[in-house]
């Protein structure tokens, strides 16, 4: 074998929460990339709660997940062999790879990473991601808060949901309100992301911590989790609210024992909109986002948290912590050192 490179395959399908034995830990050749791709040295490798989605035999959409197969994920790393002047050795690149220390990415597949001045490689991670793009669209198009809206986020300290609460703060609301699982998370979001009230949905009764911190109702609810904390919510929106459906990571996990939605028929008792969405419909219109986001982030208004998790050993566990709650922001495995002019 010459360079030998490592990489997690899929072990097996979990059929409740998934964890290390889900996955095997190979040691393989360097890949040899074919005529049209990359080979990439992995710097970071994104972690994401739809990754655990993508191990169920029924999910519906995403890479392949057949056992054997390499975990798939989005990585950004630095171009080592290439045939592509797009793509010359040395540049950055991001794209859909896989839970390795070297992996080739086709051509088509590569997504230059811009270079500007100020934002290292793992900010690109946490504001320039599919995650920014579900929190922008999410809640500007899909939610649209008015000023004098009391506006609800949950999983509001994940990468998702850190982003929304800042947006939201930065759009203008009357009140907002995020929902997270531990107290040094709830301060992070009142005392830096400017959330008027957290809710500890871990320590405390949702709903009677809603009627608290909401006592005007509902009337924007951003919802990562899906569901008792969205049916909360469904029993205390206003007439006309809106719910943006941007994940159910309450579900992925729990090996299908999740109790179903009772107050669905709030919809139409208060005429209220739910509307599913996903950030792959955005992407033609990526560069609008984060044009805001960066000229927000430049302003100080926007800021980022990864969960920095050293050594790709760790992905499974890493993966296994955002259902735990262990995460604070992204969670972002750093596969191999940053050029030292891209570290943060
Ligand atoms: N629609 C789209 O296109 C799109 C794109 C990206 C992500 N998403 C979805 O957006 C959601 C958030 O993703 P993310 O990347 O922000 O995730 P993340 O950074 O990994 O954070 C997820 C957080 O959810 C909380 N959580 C875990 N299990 C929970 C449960 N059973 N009940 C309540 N909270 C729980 C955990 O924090 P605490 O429990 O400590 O609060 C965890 O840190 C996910 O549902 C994801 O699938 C959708």
């Known amino acids: 074998m010459n360079t030998p490179n490592r990489l997690w395959r899929i072990a097996s399908r979990p059929t409740d929460a998934v964890s290390r034995q889900n996955f095997l830990w190979a040691e393989e050749s360097l890949p040899e990339p074919c005529e049209g791709e990359l080979l990439v040295r992995v710097v970071y490798l994104s972690i994401d709660p739809v990754q655990r989605y993508w191990l169920s035999p029924d999910a519906t959409f995403g890479p392949p ?19 592509s002047p797009a793509f010359p050795p040395g540049a950055l690149v991001a794209g859909p790879g896989i839970w390795a220390r070297w992996c080739t990415l086709p051509v088509a ?6 270079d500007w001045p100020g934002i290292p490689l793992l900010a690109h991670t946490s504001l320039f991601c599919m995650q920014a793009l579900t929190a922008y669209f999410g809640l500007l198009e899909i939610a649209r808060p008015r000023p004098t809206d009391t506006v609800v ?3 509001a300290a994940g990468a998702v949901g850190s982003l929304v609460v800042q947006l939201a703060r930065i759009n203008g609301c009357a009140r907002l309100v995020a929902i997270a699982g531990s107290e040094e998370k709830c301060r992070w979001l009142r005392e830096q992301l400017g959330a008027d009230t957290a809710i500890n949905y871990r320590t405390m009764d949702i709903g009677q ?29 206003n ?26 028929q709030m919809l139409a008792l208060k005429q209220a ?14 560069g609008e986002a984060f044009d805001a986001i960066r000229r927000w982030h430049e302003q100080g208004r926007i800021s980022y948290r990864a969960h920095l998790v050293k050594g790709l050993e760790q992905a499974p566990d890493a993966l296994a912590g955002i259902f735990a ?8 495995i750093e596969v191999s050192p940053p050029p030292p002019e891209n570290a943060a």
């Open 153 to 155: 986020v949950s999983a």
């Open 209 to 237: 911590a809603l009627d608290a911190a909401c006592p005007d109702g509902i009337d924007v609810y951003y919802d990562n989790v899906g569901g008792g904390i969205l049916d909360a919510v469904l029993a205390r929106i």
């Open 109 to 114: 597949a590569a997504e230059p990473v811009p």
């Open 65 to 83: 997940t057949d056992v054997g197969m390499p975990m798939p994920g989005r990585i950004w790393g630095v171009v080592e062999k290439s045939s």
């Open 273 to 286: 909109r739910a509307e599913g969405f996903s950030c792959f419909d955005y992407v033609p219109r990526a």
């Open 239 to 264: 007439a006309h609210a809106r719910i943006a459906c941007g994940g159910f990571i309450s579900h992925y996990d729990d090996g299908g024992h999740q109790q179903g939605i009772r107050n669905f």
């Open 325 to 332: 709650g262990r995460n604070t922001g992204k969670t972002v």
